[in-house]
Nanobody, 122 residues
Framework: QLQASGGGLVQAGGSLRLSCAAS????????MGWFRQSPGKEREFVAY????????SYADSVKGRFTISKDNAKNTVYLQMNNLKSEDTAVYYC?????????????????WGQGTLVTVSS
């Protein structure tokens, strides 16, 4: 089970850090990802981090501004979002998967959090 938190209202140029806490004892086995969905749009990939936390990947739209990290001891994955833009406004979802390869695709993930809303005002 995944529980996302940390969303809110922020001005353009500001920062937020999202957290996603996982229950269970196999967190270190999971690849963790963040996706987002804006009204009227499909869910899109934001970032993922592999099991050990040593390898990350980002969508071009957030590269250089967002950082994903994973604390296996705390069963938590984070998304640090800096220099936020109005186009970052969306519901952000964390996701976890074990078996897969296309970690930038939502179908690779078996577990999903409930989503947390990020609103960036311009």
């Amino acid at each position: 089970q995944l529980q996302a938190s940390g969303g809110g209202l922020v001005q353009a140029g500001g920062s937020l850090r999202l957290s996603c806490a996982a229950s269970g004892r196999t967190f270190s086995s999971y690849v963790m990802g963040w996706f987002r969905q804006s009204p009227g749009k499909e869910r899109e990939f934001v970032a993922y981090i592999l099991r050990s936390g040593g390898t990350t990947s980002y969508a071009d739209s957030v590269k250089g501004r967002f950082t994903i990290s994973k604390d296996n001891a705390k069963n938590t994955v984070y998304l640090q979002m800096n220099n936020l833009k109005s186009e970052d406004t969306a519901v952000y979802y964390c996701a976890g998967g074990i078996y897969g390869s296309r970690w930038d695709q939502s179908y690779a993930y078996a577990a999903w959090g409930q989503g947390t809303l990020v609103t960036v005002s311009s």
